[in-house]
């Protein structure tokens, strides 16, 4: 069975950093693009950041542009999301799946708070 395991979230000041990780089980993944995705208490989950299968071709939503970073490691079955920069409204529950998502059910995510 495909597992999607988040981790790395957490309590963190504006201004700050945090880096997510995504272990993939039960299947490779090196042949499948990639994504980060976030849900906001009360708002529809949303794409946050996509990389190729390869890692050389990445893209992000506008609002975390010049902020995050993905990326990944196909050797060990990892994808990474940086975030720096961190603002209030990147509060969420942050998930990653291949891109667009096809693994179902999603992980559990990983929650991630910003103070002001």
């Known amino acids: 069975q495909v597992q999607l395991v988040e981790s790395g979230g957490g309590l963190v000041q504006a201004g700050g950093s945090l880096r997510l990780s995504c272990a993939a089980s039960g299947r490779t993944f090196s042949s499948y693009a990639m994504g980060w995705f976030r849900q906001a208490p009360g708002k529809e989950r949303e794409f946050v950041a996509g990389?190729?299968?390869?890692?050389?071709?990445?893209h992000y939503a506008d609002s975390v542009k010049g902020r995050f970073t993905i990326s990944r490691d196909n050797a060990k079955n990892l994808v990474y999301l940086q975030m720096n920069s961190l603002k209030p409204e990147d509060t969420a529950v942050y998930y990653c799946n291949t891109n667009p998502p096809t693994i179902n059910p999603w992980g559990q995510g990983t929650q991630v708070t910003v103070s002001s």
């Open positions: 990389i190729s299968w390869g890692g050389a071709g990445t």
